[in-house]
């Protein structure tokens, strides 16, 4: 049906050139990601049409028609400003436009489009703004002509999420690029496929000149008292509650190898768990831009947790801890589970409370970390 990708699709063309923004301009370049653009608001108009009409495929197809014809010729309406975001402006255009379907005085009848086919246009707006969300991010990975706005989408979701907004969209993103013919992977890789530690970040171990073939990877783990603490955590973690652990210790002391052994009860478990360890461009960068991929049964690894929560770009850390604390309330992505290590300076710089007149510059880091630490001490015991 290429009357409504040639209709909204082209409307949508024309709002990213209307928004005058070199960024946005670069997000939709050429007759390549054009013809995506177009391919993906025409999935998503029929999507919505069927959503809409589940049980007449001709109600469907009128719900498609209707929506093909308005932005075929659509209303006069302020381009996407400036300092609004992409998701923001799309969400409002598309609801101006549909805005005309409830509208009584425009067909003479007494009755608005609305009326006639037994959805608002608010309602109708709602669903074809999260379908076209979704059918973006999900063509969008892998490098393909729409991986730029895809990402744009992914992070501007993410802190819309966290403001208390678009949160069921982003939900249903979520939701979509997990079914298994999304052809999209998410967040993270199956836990059962991370078998090597120093992947992530575990210490080498010593390798002396004349040491002897066949000798393990790894040492034998002799478990501690903070590695029962840790065990509790990831056991509530199986069970199904959203928990976080955030093991304390200076270098060399065993915090990350702790984790990889807490791992094991999770690499037998039906439905399977995943791991994810974002580092690419920039570990804060991937946290934020991947967040709303993270689905239930997901493992966060945070290793020298101040490079997410602490870096340099001010601000950045706190919308990757909100992002974290937001991950963590949200029943519809439980269980996950957030492993954390960090040096014992870097733990106070997080979650001490500065002066009453002061900045508080770690506020939602102290709020994500607190109440979870487990120390990690620096010796063994004698026994």
Known sequence: MVFVADALGGWLVGQLADAGRKKLTELVLGNEQERALRRAADAAVWATAEEMSPSSGEEAGQVAMVISEIFRDPAPGAPLAAPVMLLEGLRAGIAGQLAVLDDAGLTGTGQSSADVLGVPGAVLADRLIGHLVREIIVRGPGGGPLAPLADQ????????????????????????????????????????????????????????????????????????EHDQVLGQVVAAAAEGRSRIAVLIGGASTGKTRACWEALAPLRDRDPPWRLWHPIDPTRPDAALRELPGIGPRTVIWLNEAQFYLDPAE???????????????????????????????????TLTTRPPEDAADPHAQARELLAGHDITVPAKFTPA
Do not use: C, K
């Open 153 to 224: 989408f992914n992070h501007e979701l993410t802190r819309l999420q966290i403001e208390g907004m678009f949160a069921r969209l982003a939900g249903e993103v979520r939701a979509a690029l997990a079914r298994p013919d999304s052809g999209v992977m998410v967040a993270g890789r199956p836990l059962d496929e991370v078998t090597d530690p120093f992947v992530l970040e575990v210490h080498r171990p010593v390798q002396p000149e004349d040491a002897p073939t066949g000798l393990p990877v790894l040492p034998p783990y002799v478990p501690r």
């Open 314 to 348: 001010a601000g950045l850390g706190e919308r990757v801890a909100a992002g974290l604390r937001e991950l963590l309330r949200d029943p519809a992505r439980a269980p996950v589970l957030v492993l954390a290590t960090v040096w014992p300076g870097f733990w106070d």
